[in-house]
């Protein structure tokens, strides 16, 4: 009996804390573009899981930052360049020292990277598809490696997180993975940092009126059928493509062709595009395929009236609430207008129609209060939700 009182009596010692579990987190670069821009506000909103976990960031190549990355995060830069094979073993090596209790990853070559090491090295991974895999990759030899490499490797994933049911789709139908491990997560825009960024002068001279397309500049994004639209169109904004890509020199051409020097420029990649953007009177858009696209996302936030080719994945859902077969022609939202891929005549039509000033004052008015509906809030618990639920094993 005494000695069961002694027992009780003896000071408890706290029970001991959970070892704190590290996150890989991998991406090809920083370098300008969507899916890096998201990537970087996840980093950023990252920081409120800091008392929890540990963090390592990996980027494959070693390219100029365009997005700031947080000074807390340890940050491992290899040099792949570009390379699918260099990017597998180097990766593996980095991995192998970092010992991640899970990673997580944006693009096709840093997911089909962090596949094969998790099952190497025996960690689950969580990956995320950013763009409409089909239709991003295309029917020539390197869109068949490349979709190859998707079927391989994606279908051997914890977790696959993506924009849109269109993409889960395409995912299941024609790359194998499993529907029961892809989670929907819509991409984000923070307005207020879009707002704020919009404040600041333009790193650029600007014509007085234009309109602006945003992205880059490759065959997918389709600059030029903007400036074929706008030719057709001949409404008495500028035209300013911003961005940087390996079509700029063929862009240059055309618009010496067509005699609009003057009139259309090419001012290239700028770090604030907010800035700009926010003083264009139309923002267009005829790419050929999005993931989800965060320039009109960011264009609502500004209340930048918008027209944006009804490709796939995003645009439908975004500005009609509607899936995008269910869209024929020309189409006008409450948010927007929709035109069909590569219907240049629509698109200047479009381009003509905007040109009412009580047409752009309403779209105006609407476009943030749509933006809203995309908070990074629920991007990043939507994200953590996926994350846990890998590193804890379990559904999804």
Not at 87 to 107: D, H, Y
Not at 135 to 145: D, E, M, N, V
Not at 242 to 267: M, S, T
Not at 357 to 381: E, I, S, T, W
């Amino acid at each position: 009996m005494t000695g069961e009182l002694r027992r009780a009596d003896a000071p408890q010692r706290p029970p001991p804390e959970p070892p704190r579990q590290r996150i890989a987190l991998v991406i090809n670069s920083f370098v300008g573009g969507g899916a890096e821009r998201v990537f970087s506000i996840f980093l950023r909103l990252a920081a409120d899981k800091r008392e929890r976990y540990d963090f390592t960031l990996i980027l494959l190549d070693r390219e100029p930052d365009a997005y700031a990355i947080p000074d807390w995060i340890e940050t491992i830069r290899l040099d792949c360049r570009k390379s699918l094979l260099r990017s597998i073993f180097a990766l593996t090596g980095a991995l192998r020292k970092v010992r991640p209790a899970l990673t997580f990853s944006f693009l096709t070559r840093a997911n089909a990277g962090c596949v094969i090491a998790a099952r190497v090295l025996g960690f689950p991974c969580v990956i995320s598809e950013r763009v409409h895999t089909s239709t991003h990759f295309g029917s020539g030899l390197h869109g068949k490696i490349s979709g190859a490499l998707v079927r391989l490797t994606y279908p051997r994933a914890d977790r696959v997180v993506t924009m849109n049911s269109e993409i889960v789709d395409d995912l299941a139908t024609n790359f194998g993975v499993s529907r029961e491990r892809i989670t929907v997560v819509a991409n984000p825009v923070d307005s207020s940092a879009v707002l704020q960024a919009a404040q600041q002068l333009p790193e650029i001279t600007l014509p007085e009126r234009f309109i602006l397309t945003v992205g880059r500049l490759t065959k997918g994004k389709n600059a030029a059928a903007v400036i074929e639209a706008y030719t057709q169109a001949d409404v008495p904004q500028a035209l300013v493509i911003l961005g940087e890509g390996p079509e700029r020199n063929a862009l240059a051409d055309l618009i010496c062709a067509k005699g609009l020097e003057g009139r259309v420029f090419l001012p290239g990649f700028v770090k604030n595009p907010y800035a700009v953007m926010a003083r264009a009177e139309i923002l267009a858009s005829a790419t050929l395929s999005e993931g989800s696209p965060n320039v009109l996302l960011e264009a609502l936030a500004l209340g930048v009236p918008t027209v944006f080719t009804n490709c796939p994945t995003g645009p439908a859902e975004m500005l009609a609430d509607k899936p995008r077969e269910d869209i024929k022609g020309l189409y006008e939202t409450p948010y927007g207008i929709l035109v069909p891929v590569g219907d240049i005549a629509a698109m200047a039509d479009a381009l003509v129609r905007l040109q009412d000033a009580d047409l752009r004052a309403r779209l105006r008015v609407a476009g943030p209060k749509r933006a809203a509906v995309y908070g990074p809030d629920r991007f990043v618990r939507g994200m953590w939700t996926v994350i846990e639920s890998g590193l804890a094993g379990g559904a999804v």
